[in-house]
Structure formats: C-alpha cells, structure tokens
C-alpha cells in the first residue's frame, strides 16, 4: 500500500510546488489532486500541452505519482443529453490523466433522483461507466466510481460496476462508518474487494471507523495501490496536519496485526 494525500480542502490554497514540497517532506508517495474546485495547484483539463509536461517533470522530480484525479463528474441525472456532458467532461480528464502519469480518475454515482427506480438510476450510471471505460482502455487510465453519496452502499456501487462489465471500470473505496457491521468493516469489504483500485481515508484517530482492520484486509488482499487522505480540514497549522497523520498511518501499519 502507498500513502497518497488528497489536496481536497487541506491543501486548496497551495501552490503545486508547495503540496509536493510537503508530500516528499513526510513521505507521501503521491498526490490525488481535486479537480473542478478552483484549487491554486491548477491540474485541469484546461491546460496546455507545456502546462501538462510542467507538472509531469515536477512530479517526476519530487519522485511522486500522481495518483488520482478527483473530478465532481457524476452520472445520476435522469437525463441523458446531462450525463452525456458529464461523459465527455470525464474523458477530458482521461486525457489529462495519460498525459500527466495517472492511471486512473474518480467519478460519482452519486444519488437517487426523486421517481426514478434505483435500478433504473444504477443502469444507466453502470452505461456511462462502459462508455468511460472503453474510451479509457487505450490509455492505460481505470474509471473509479467512488462509493459516496447513495452510492456508499456495497450493492448499489457495486451493481454499476458490473453493469459496466469493463476491465478500467473499478471502484474508489470511501472509508465511511455506515460500511459497518458490528463494527467492523469485513462484510463491506468482502463484497467488493475485488474491485478496489483507489481507497479514500479520513480523519485516522477517529476510533469510529477501524483503519486497522481495513489494511488488514487490503493487505491479506495483496492491495498495492494507494490510500488517499482525504482530509477536510482548515484549520492553522496543515503542514503540522500532514506530518501527524502520516506517522499515525505508518504506526497503523506497525500494528501486530501486520506482523
């Protein structure tokens, strides 16, 4: 497993030098950059050519992956002229993401609209997920759906993916407490395991939702992809932040239950 940090809120007003500059300082072995946010590091399908050759040296420099690209592309509105939109928007990202070393973008789901079925809903988000998919497979680039929203739910994301029926369709797991039984997240997992390619983390000292096991599990699972944290914070001192939960994930993995 890799540590990756998600710029999402916690690094929004950073420059691109400053969040790799941070990221190599305390370990981090990739960026997973929000997109369609208005963040400073400005990795956006509106780029030049010489933009994206930019990012993909410094990148190389600071020895980091890019390891995601978190777009707000999301395929639940009834309409199919909007998810059309939606479709072509993600393929920019597709491009963006072969042209910077990324191997793969998130989308949503995301919800259900009011009067329509669900498995109506999770149909047609499982076909723009097919169309992604083969526009993808050329590049080298996975679509990842993340389970969030209405589609945190195992068997609604799940039910997508296989609609989808393609090898770069995937999914980005969201640590989320609703994902447990009994406190503990085994039954979830088990039901997609397959299918992880991406993991978003969250606040790691909250004893609510158990990090350990899950890198049990990804780990008896043989996961070698990147754990994202996701941080929503925007407080004094991120830098400080960023240290902490980098040690606090290495500690997890120190844990008996890695032995």
Request: aromatic share 12%; glycine share 6%; hydrophobic share 35%.
């Amino acid at each position: 497993m890799k540590l990756s940090i998600d710029t999402y809120t916690i690094c929004q007003e950073w420059s691109l030098e400053k969040i790799l500059e941070v990221s190599k300082k305390n370990g981090y072995l990739g960026v997973e950059f929000r997109c369609e946010a208005g963040q400073k590091h400005g990795v956006e399908p509106e780029t030049t050519k010489a933009q994206r050759d930019e990012i993909k040296s410094r990148m190389a420099e600071f020895d980091l992956a890019v390891s995601c690209l978190s777009t707000s592309q999301r395929f639940d509105n009834p309409n199919k002229s909007e998810r059309a939109k939606s479709i072509e928007r993600s393929k920019q990202f597709i491009e963006l993401a072969r042209d910077i070393d990324c191997g793969r973008i998130r989308v949503f789901g995301n919800n259900f609209p009011p009067d329509v079925e669900k498995a109506e809903v999770i149909k047609y988000v499982g076909e723009s997920l097919r169309e992604l998919g083969e526009f993808a497979k050329p590049f080298n680039v996975d679509v990842l759906l993340e389970m969030h929203g209405q589609f945190y739910y195992w068997e609604y994301a799940l039910n997508a993916v296989l609609i989808a029926d393609h090898p770069n369709i995937a999914i980005n797991y969201n640590c989320d407490k609703r994902d447990l039984v009994n406190g503990s997240v085994s039954d979830t997992y088990e039901h997609v395991k397959k299918y992880i390619r991406h993991v978003h983390m969250h606040d790691l000292e909250d004893t609510g939702f158990p990090y350990v096991e899950l890198f049990q599990l990804l780990k008896n699972n043989g996961y070698q992809g990147f754990t994202s944290l996701e941080l929503g914070y925007r407080g004094g001192d991120p830098e400080k932040v960023i240290a902490l939960y980098a040690a606090l994930y290495r500690a997890y993995l120190e844990r008996r239950y890695f032995s």
